[in-house]
């Protein structure tokens, strides 16, 4: 067990005066927040008390703008010792639009300061282990690429810093953070700050044994530092020494369990009295970090009674005016609600985005879906040394010594065959079988200016990490404002029409990333297609969610040509796959085959002519091409594989109700995929899924009415 519990002389007398002040500062700007808010000035309060020193400590060690960090909301005195003025803490309080973390649009002590490197931080509670890593990954991705030396920030011997309460390692994603880290030998440190208490939780409930320390010890590579006393600014300072050393020096990450003490309740809301004893509570205020470090300070002499209140009368002052200048600062404009959301310098519905194809001499079209996503993604590599590649099985063999003898897999369906051969295992290598894990790396990565492109081996297993994409990822430009973007592209196999995929290798689930803030959404339904509007994904700025439905991949109807290089299609823009008078059609991904030949069989039994809307991306959609051909038509059909309720369609059909209502001639139709799941049973399956038939007699009935 490394432990730090000799009295020793960590710090100069210089050092120690600062820390005190730090300290002092930290506590005192808590308690202005929550003099402010219960005179209804702020909006939310959360304490740091009783975590200054070794937050004051991590900050003395670590370096301001050269390592990262990815800090939890107790950390007050980390911010102010890396640099952050007591005016930016509550220009955060105030939700200012000029606070540093997030322009007013998080609460405050959600951390983040671009010019400090400190990568902003959302409310969830775990979701920055994964990020942490990922960051530190870009570390080590730009150790082992040479071409991104110039392109990636980082000096060589950067680390990470993610830190954390106690209750929040409960969280599965702590784990899988430590195994990634741990197998990889990234520089992170990981920082617990054990006051011992989950809000109302004691430390025993939430954690076997009740140390999170000893439950990891096992970790390879993971220099674990337990039991230090984080009220002890000079233990602390050495622990971290200790951990800093061993990341700098490219070891593997560090743990540094610290056990802290919590003077004030959980939040504001919160009354620790109802489930803490008061002896509980007296013995903790016996190590208050302010109350231990201002004795330390008298028992050497470093400072007398006179010159602590000095410091303490110079830090009152500061915090005067820091909280004048918050309450005049100037409040967020509504009309900037929507800012952020997306990139404004690189729109990717903007004929910027628009290059066709340019064919070789003798190029035939005879390339699937698989072969031209596969083309794109190896053109993007040649590119672009940033981007990555990485997900379960998507590399062409883990183990390097194999590939000479073995044909390789690159991913369940071969999409990425071949990439690992031709780039490296530093640029394209298989992860954990966890979904939450890729997703969070690759935010970090992101973060840190990389530019990942990650696969899910099956939408169906998504689900882990839609806390990742809808509550990070999604948000991860708007909620920083604008210092840190995540353009993350996730390729995901979706959909089902391929016999046997039961409920669990057949869902489709567009509905539930289009309503997402933050995300392109896209789904092609060929293979020229596929190629220019992934490119465009990797190209744009924003996370975009690539749907690529499985039935597709190797279908002949669908084959295209190889586009050269640089054929890009912007979001955004449908195409017209067939034109007509007499009704819209509507439709995208797997059935605009089937749609196309439901109107061809409609058009053998009658004289009819139909507009077919291949629509390609979800979010955005070509409005302004539905639009057009609903005022013509006055018929609108909208076909889809998702289920009906509450499913895409109903967006659409609400929209042509609303703003077309006068051009209609016939209510607007929806086909789409029973409210049940996808059987096994290829009969069952059929029954559910929407067939020509049913796109027929849609088409028929709307025609007749």
Same mark, same amino acid.
């Given at each position: 067990?490394n ?5 020793t002389?960590?710090l100069?007398p ?15 700007? !808590? ?12 909006? %939310?309060?959360? +304490? ?8 004051t ?7 301001? #703008?050269?390592?990262? %960090?990815?800090s939890?909301?107790? !950390? ?13 803490v509550l220009l955060a ?7 540093v *973390? ?6 405050? /002590? ?7 490197? &400190?990568?902003?931080?959302?409310? /969830? ?7 942490? @890593? ?20 980082? +000096? ?13 390692t ?19 440190i %990981? ?8 809000? +109302? ?5 939430q954690? #076997?044994?009740?140390s ?10 993971l220099? @674990?530092?337990?039991?230090?006393d ?9 622990a971290?020494?200790e ?11 560090a743990l540094?369990?610290?056990?802290v003490?919590?003077?004030?309740s ?13 002896d509980?509570?007296?013995a903790?205020?016996l ?15 470093t400072?007398?009674?006179?010159e ?9 002052e ?5 909280t004048?200048?918050?309450l ?15 990139a ?8 910027a ?6 064919y070789?001499?003798?190029e ?18 040649a ?15 883990s ?15 071969? &999409? ?19 979904e939450?894990?890729? &997703? ?11 530019r990942?492109v ?5 939408l169906d297993y998504i689900?882990?990490a839609?806390?990742?994409?809808r509550?990070e ?18 390729? @995901?196999?979706?959909?089902?029409y ?6 669990y290798?057949?869902?489709? #689930?567009?509905?539930?990333? *289009?309503?997402i803030?933050?995300?392109r ?9 596929a190629?220019?509007?992934l490119?465009?994904?990797i190209?744009c ?11 597709l ?8 040509a $190889? ?13 017209? @796959?067939m034109?007509?008078?007499?009704? *819209? ?12 030949t439901?109107?061809?069989? &409609?058009?053998?039994?009658?004289? /009819? ?26 018929r ?11 499913? $895409? ?11 077309l %209502?006068e051009?209609?001639d ?5 086909v789409?995929?029973? !409210? ?5 049973h ?10 020509? !038939? ?10 007749d009415y």
């Amino acid at each position: 067990m490394n432990q730090t519990t000799e009295k020793t002389i960590a710090l100069s007398p210089e050092q120690l005066r600062s820390a005190y002040r730090n300290m002092y500062l930290s506590r005192r700007l !808590d308690d202005r927040e929550i003099s402010l808010k219960r005179q209804n000035r702020i909006y %939310f309060q959360i +304490s740091g008390a009783g975590h200054e020193a070794v937050l004051t400590a991590a900050g003395m060690v670590m370096r301001p #703008a050269h390592d990262y %960090f990815m800090s939890y909301y107790r !950390d007050r005195a980390l911010m102010t010792q890396l640099g952050m003025t007591a005016t930016e803490v509550l220009l955060a309080a105030v939700g200012s639009s000029e606070d540093v *973390t997030s322009a007013g649009r998080q609460m405050p /002590c959600h951390w983040g300061h671009k010019a400090l490197n &400190v990568i902003s931080k959302s409310s /969830c509670t775990g979701t920055q282990f994964l990020q942490g @890593v990922g960051a530190a990954e870009a570390s080590w991705y730009r150790e082992r690429v040479s071409e991104v030396q110039d392109l990636v920030e980082g +000096s060589g011997d950067e680390v990470m810093l993610v830190t954390t309460g106690d209750g929040t390692t409960s969280e599965g994603e702590f784990f899988e953070a430590l195994n990634t880290a741990s197998n990889k030998k990234l520089p992170i440190i %990981f920082l617990v700050e054990d006051n011992g208490y989950a809000i +109302s939780v004691p430390v025993e409930v939430q954690t #076997a044994g009740g140390s999170i320390s000893n439950l990891v010890k096992g970790y390879p590579d993971l220099k @674990v530092i337990q039991d230090v006393d984080g009220c002890d600014v000079e233990a602390s300072y050495m622990a971290f020494q200790e951990a800093a050393e061993w990341c700098r020096s490219r070891k593997g990450p560090a743990l540094i369990h610290a056990h802290v003490v919590r003077p004030y309740s959980h939040s504001m809301s919160d009354d620790e009295s109802n489930y803490r004893p008061n002896d509980e509570r007296e013995a903790d205020a016996l190590r208050d970090p302010l109350r231990v470090t201002k004795a330390l300070l008298m028992a050497r002499g470093t400072c007398t009674e006179e010159e602590i209140i000095a410091i303490e009368k110079s830090v009152n002052e500061e915090i005067e005016a820091a909280t004048r200048a918050a309450l005049n600062a100037p409040t967020p404009d509504p009309k900037d609600v929507m800012q952020y959301i997306y990139a404004d310098h690189a729109d990717p519905t903007s004929e910027a985005f628009d290059s066709p194809p340019v064919y070789a001499d003798g190029e035939t079209a005879n390339k699937t879906m698989v072969d031209l996503i596969n083309a794109c993604l190896r053109d993007e590599m040649a590119r672009d040394p940033r981007m990555l590649v990485f997900g379960q099985d998507v590399a062409d063999a883990s183990r390097e010594e194999v590939l000479d003898s073995c044909k390789g897999k690159g991913g369940v369906f071969k &999409v990425t065959h071949g990439l690992q051969s031709r780039f490296g295992v530093n640029r394209v290598y298989n992860s954990p079988l966890a979904e939450a894990n890729i &997703v969070g790396r690759a935010i970090g990565l992101a973060e840190r200016g990389l530019r990942p492109v990650v696969e899910i081996q099956f939408l169906d297993y998504i689900w882990p990490a839609f806390q990742q994409i809808r509550n990070e990822l999604a948000t991860a430009r708007w909620r920083s404002g604008g210092h840190w973007p995540a353009p993350v592209v996730i390729r @995901v196999p979706s959909g089902g029409y391929l016999k046997g995929g039961a409920p669990y290798h057949s869902q489709s #689930a567009e509905t539930l990333f *289009t309503h997402i803030p933050g995300l392109r959404v896209v789904m092609p339904s060929n293979a020229l297609d596929a190629n220019g509007l992934l490119r465009t994904a990797i190209r744009c700025d924003d996370p975009v969610i690539f749907l690529e439905p499985k039935h597709l991949y190797r279908q002949t109807y669908n084959k295209g040509a $190889y586009p050269g290089a640089d054929h890009m299609i912007p979001l955004g823009k449908g195409n017209k @796959v067939m034109q007509g008078e007499d009704l *819209t059609l509507i439709t995208y991904g797997a059935l605009v085959h089937r749609s196309m030949t439901a109107v061809k069989q &409609v058009q053998k039994q009658r004289d /009819c002519s139909v507009d077919v809307i291949d629509l390609r991306t979800l979010a955005p959609y070509d409005w302004d091409m539905i639009a057009e051909s609903v005022k013509r038509t006055g018929r609108a059909l909208v076909v889809h594989e998702e289920s009906k309720a509450w499913g $895409y369609g109903a967006e659409i059909a609400s929209r042509i109700s609303e703003e077309l %209502f006068e051009w209609l001639d016939a209510p607007v139709r929806r086909v789409a995929s029973l !409210d049940t799941f996808v059987a096994y049973h290829p009969s069952l399956e059929d029954a559910t899924l929407p067939q020509v !038939d049913d796109v027929k007699q849609a088409v028929t009935s709307i025609l007749d009415y």
